[in-house]
């Protein structure tokens, strides 16, 4: 969860700046670690938390 909330920062920090080239990289990052959100909750309903 930390690299989601650094990943979303950064998104922001660069989207204020129109920096595309460091937007791209970060928001790539954001959707891949956010899309694993789903299985994480799986995993831990699973192990009863």
Excluded: P
């Amino acid at each position: 969860m930390f690299k989601l909330r650094s990943e979303m920062q950064a998104v922001e920090f660069y989207a204020e700046n129109e920096d595309a080239e460091h937007l791209h990289k970060w928001t790539g990052q954001l959707n891949e670690h956010y899309l694993k959100i789903g299985d994480m909750l799986h995993t831990w309903q699973k192990n009863g938390r």
